[in-house]
T-cell receptor, first 115, second 112 residues
Framework: GENVEQHPSTLSVQEGDSAVIKCTYSDSASNYFPWYKQELGKRPQLIID?????GEKKDQRIAVTLNKTAKHFSLHITETQPEDSAVYFC??????????????FGQGTILTVHP | NAGVTQTPKFQVLKTGQSMTLQCAQD?????MSWYRQDPGMGLRLIHYSVGAGITDQGEVPNGYNVSRSTTEDFPLRLLSAAPSQTSVYFC???????????FGEGSRLTVL
């Protein structure tokens, strides 16, 4: 089955700096890669996703890049703010955009943004 | 529109007891799934369903049963609780043709 590795496990940055979280996946058939943000004690929420026919996607301060050849994808957050502090999870699915609810998640990255 | 509703939010069980975690969604989503979240391990898929009457196993299905008799409900049953099932459980739903999972608030289960 699919295996998703996520690094780093913790990331500490100063407000205004950029943050990068990286994930690698093992199944070459994976074609849908979402990122979820989970604030302390809350439910995970989708912040951005990318499909395998796209190399990069941006949404304001957040961007995701995908390298299918190397089987890795990354989350980039620019101009970080204290409210960006949370746990971030990458995930992968081989069911295209539908995912059927079947996602393989990475281990998570605890991002702390210091004012 | 309540989204995905899970009950109970907290539960303490003794080893060997059984219980059911309830999950309901009011978004008419075709797909529903159950994940467990453990520290340092992300979320792992337990079972999922692509429609009423159709369920399948995920990554960590042992010790859990599910059924989907209606589009709205997807209960998760622990048959004989074990300490290894101490975790936070999330139910999720998504619409056919879209990838975004909508999660419930989670259920924290402790097995003594």
């Amino acid at each position: 089955g699919e295996n998703v590795e996520q690094h780093p496990s913790t990331l500490s940055v100063q407000e205004g700096d950029s943050a990068v979280i990286k994930c690698t996946y093992s199944d070459s058939a994976s074609n849908y890669f979402p990122w979820y943000k989970q604030e302390l004690g809350k439910r995970p929420q989708l912040i951005i996703d990318i499909r395998s026919n796209v190399g990069e996607k941006k949404d304001q301060r957040i961007a995701v890049t995908l390298n299918k050849t190397a089987k890795h994808f990354s989350l980039h957050i620019t101009e970080t703010q204290p409210e960006d502090s949370a746990v971030y999870f990458c995930a992968a699915s081989n069911a295209g955009g539908t995912s059927y609810g079947k996602l393989t998640f990475g281990q998570g990255t605890i991002l702390t943004v210091h004012p | 529109n309540a989204g995905v509703t899970q009950t109970p939010k907290f539960q303490v069980l003794k080893t060997g007891q059984s219980m059911t975690l309830q999950c309901a969604q009011d978004m008419n989503h075709e797909y529903m799934s159950w994940y467990r979240q453990d520290p340092g391990m992300g979320l792992r898929l337990i079972h999922y369903s692509v429609g009423a009457g159709i369920t399948d196993q995920g990554e960590v299905p042992n010790g859990y049963n599910v059924s989907r008799s209606t589009t709205e409900d997807f209960p998760l049953r622990l048959l004989s609780a074990a300490p290894s099932q101490t975790s936070v459980y999330f139910c999720a739903s998504n619409r056919q043709g879209t990838g975004e999972l909508f999660f419930g608030e989670g259920s924290r289960l402790t097995v003594l």
